[in-house]
């Protein structure tokens, strides 16, 4: 069963990295599969291999801990498609080859949304999709705009009322990368979420 992790920056680029069924350890030491050069990554961090009937995360007694969408593992987790795994200053999603992806015709450049207020909901192509209390807040700031710019320091204001808006870079490139999963036909080639770089984000609704 083929697997990849892919690492998505608030930018839009990624990197994929092509999981080994035998194990993947990441870390900042070269001799790493997926080398993550940060002095808050352990030199061997973290390790995903394939066990029984799917791949497994395991923290490898890092200093600064492993995420699996957004909470820290003591022991081992099994992966799902789309997981997302946090370590410091990264985050990446799991991606699992033989998962049926939702088929878009040819010439769809990307998916049509709607959202309604009124029930906080979100829907994607006629289906509607599954988000967070903090994910619909920023769907709505950015559907609302219409198109238009929405600066990060107000898009954290309005997600992250609770902090008046003061929480860091790695807070919102997590949540832009969980909606670009979520509402992108291709999550790491961006069209509809798009980033205004040194500026804020846009959500392209026409």
Not at 168 to 175: E, F, K, V
């Amino acid at each position: 069963m083929t697997a990849r992790l892919i690492a998505q920056r608030a930018e839009g680029t990624a990197s994929i990295h092509q999981l080994k069924p035998a194990g993947t350890t990441l870390g900042r030491d070269e001799t790493c599969e997926i080398v993550l050069p940060d002095d808050r990554i352990s030199r061997q961090h973290a390790r995903i291999s394939f066990e029984d009937q799917g791949y497994v995360l395991r923290d490898l007694g890092s200093r600064n801990g492993t995420y699996l969408n957004g909470r820290r593992i003591t022991r081992p987790e099994p992966l799902r498609h789309r997981d997302l795994i946090g370590l410091p200053g990264h985050t990446l999603r799991f991606d699992q080859a033989d998962e049926t992806v939702p088929w878009q015709p040819e010439g769809t450049p990307f998916a049509s949304i709607r959202v309604d207020p009124g029930r906080a909901e979100v829907w994607v192509n006629g289906k509607q999709v599954s988000l967070t209390a903090k994910e619909y807040l920023a769907v709505e700031l950015l559907h609302r705009r219409g198109g238009g710019l929405v600066r990060k320091e107000e898009l954290a204001s309005h997600v992250w009322p609770e902090y008046n808006g003061a929480v860091g870079d790695y807070n919102i490139d997590q949540l832009i990368f969980r909606l670009r999963g979520k509402i992108e036909t291709e999550p790491g080639k961006p069209q509809r979420l798009q980033t205004v770089r040194g500026m804020g984000y846009k959500l392209v609704t026409e």
